[in-house]
C-alpha cells in the first residue's frame, strides 16, 4: 500500500468540490479487537479478553480528534463495533461524549455487557441504533456458536436493558443448519423481547469463519438461496417485525430493494465511509485488522482529510467501480447498486477488490445465479 503521509496537505476548504462528490459519511470506530465471547463466525478472529483487559483500544483523545477532523468532511453518524466495543476501558466517556456532539450513532454489540448504565448514556445519543446478536431461543443453541457458557441469559439481560431504556434493538442472527428450520419462530421470539427488527445474516468466509465454512453445521449456497427466497417471498411479509436477510441484491424482489434503510441496505457503503481501528490506523473497514493492504494511513501521523481525499486505493476504488468488477459481478444488472457487495470480503477472498462477491461466484459456478438479473448478452 502507498504511504499517505506525502500526498500535499490541502485544506478541506480548497477541497469542497471533491467533499460534495464523496462525501465522509461515516466513522466505523472498531474501538477494540478484543472480545469476551470466542465465535466460531468471526469474520476478524476477535482476541478473547476478559473483561477488564486494557489493551488493544482506541485512545478516547485520539478518537475526539478522528471526529473534529471528519465533520468538515461531511460526517453525519458513527457506527462503534469490535470486537466487542463495550469493552473499551472508556465507553462511558465515549457515549457521553457522542450524546452532548447530537450524532447518530450505530453500535454492534453481542449484548452481554450491557448494563442499565450503558443503556441509558446510549438512550441520550441522537437517534441511537443498536443491534444485538442472538443466534436461537435457547442456550444450547447460542452458546454452541458464540462458545462462552452463560453468554444466552447475559444476553437477553442485556436486551431487557436496552428495552427498559427506551432502545429497542435490531436482533441480528447468524444462519447455521442449528437454527435456520426455526427462523419464524425466532422473529417471534425477537418480537416478544423487544426487538424492533431482525437481521439473519450469513457466514462470511474470513477468519474464523474461513475454517467453520467448510462444517457440516453450514448451509451449502443452495440451502442460503432457498432461504433466501422463503423469508423474501413469503416470511418477511408475514411478520409483524421488519425482517432482512443478508443475501446480496441480486437475489432479492426490486420491491424489498427499494424498500430498504439506510441502517438495512444492501449496497455497499464504501464510497462514504472510513475504518478506524483500535491502533488508530485508518482502514477500509475492520478487514484492515488482518489484511494489511487495507490499511489506509496513521491518524496519529496523517490528516484525515489527505486519506480521505488522495489516498491511492480509495481513487482506485472510487475510479473503478463498479466498471472494474470481475465474473459474475460484472454482468450483473444490479451492479451499479451492489458495488461488488463487499469490496472487503472479496479482497479478503482473492486477494482482488474487484473479484466477484464469494456468494455470487459460488450460486454461478452452481448454476443459481438468477438469469433475469444479468445484462442481455
Not at 439473519?200 to 462444517?215: A, D, E, T, Y
Request: aromatic share 10%; glycine share 8%.
Amino acid at each position: 500500500m502507498m504511504p499517505t503521509e506525502n500526498v500535499h496537505n490541502y485544506s478541506c476548504k480548497e477541497n469542497n468540490h471533491i467533499r460534495s462528490e464523496y462525501p465522509l459519511n461515516a466513522l466505523y470506530f472498531y474501538l477494540t479487537s478484543s472480545c469476551n465471547l470466542r465465535c466460531k463466525h468471526c469474520w476478524i478472529n476477535s482476541n478473547l479478553a476478559g473483561l477488564n483487559n486494557n489493551n488493544d483500544i482506541l485512545n478516547f483523545q485520539l478518537l475526539q480528534s478522528i471526529i473534529e477532523e471528519a465533520f468538515p468532511l461531511g460526517l453525519s453518524w458513527i457506527k462503534l463495533t469490535g470486537g466487542e466495543p463495550l469493552l473499551h476501558v472508556d465507553i462511558v466517556k465515549i457515549l457521553q461524549y457522542l450524546s452532548e456532539l447530537k450524532i447518530g450513532i450505530n453500535l454492534e454489540t453481542n449484548g452481554t455487557l450491557v448494563t442499565p448504565e450503558i443503556s441509558n448514556l446510549i438512550s441520550k445519543c441522537e437517534k441511537p441504533f443498536v443491534s444485538v446478536s442472538l443466534d436461537g431461543m435457547e442456550a444450547i443453541t447460542h452458546e454452541w456458536l458464540r462458545g462462552v457458557r452463560g453468554c444466552f441469559q447475559s444476553t437477553l439481560t442485556g436486551i431487557r436493558n436496552l428495552v427498559n431504556a427506551g432502545i429497542n434493538p435490531q436482533i441480528i442472527l447468524t444462519v447455521t443448519k442449528r437454527n435456520y428450520e426455526n427462523i419464524e419462530d425466532f422473529i417471534d421470539f425477537s418480537e416478544k423481547i423487544g426487538a424492533n427488527s431482525v437481521k439473519i445474516n450469513i457466514l462470511q468466509p474470513s477468519g474464523r469463519g474461513k475454517n467453520f465454512q467448510h462444517s457440516k453445521d453450514i448451509l451449502t449456497i443452495s440451502e442460503y438461496i432457498q432461504l433466501g427466497n422463503l423469508i423474501e417471498e413469503q416470511i418477511a411479509l408475514e411478520t409483524n417485525i421488519p425482517v432482512f436477510y443478508s443475501h446480496p441484491p441480486a437475489f432479492r424482489p426490486l420491491s424489498r430493494i427499494y424498500a430498504c434503510n439506510s441502517v438495512n441496505c444492501d449496497a455497499c457503503g464504501i464510497l462514504g465511509i472510513i475504518g478506524v481501528l483500535s491502533t488508530g490506523k485508518y482502514a477500509l473497514c475492520g478487514a484492515g485488522i488482518t489484511e494489511p493492504d487495507l490499511i489506509l494511513g496513521d491518524s496519529l501521523k496523517d490528516k484525515l482529510a489527505n486519506v480521505w481525499q488522495f489516498n491511492p486505493l480509495l481513487l482506485k476504488i472510487r475510479s473503478g467501480l463498479p466498471d472494474f468488477l470481475q465474473g459474475i459481478c460484472s454482468e450483473c444488472g444490479l451492479k451499479n447498486y451492489c458495488l461488488g457487495s463487499c469490496i472487503a470480503q472479496n479482497y479478503i477472498k482473492s486477494q482482488s477488490i474487484w473479484a466477484p462477491y464469494w456468494y455470487c461466484n459460488e450460486a454461478d459456478h452452481n448454476g443459481l445465479f438468477p438469469k433475469d438479473r444479468l445484462f442481455p448478452k
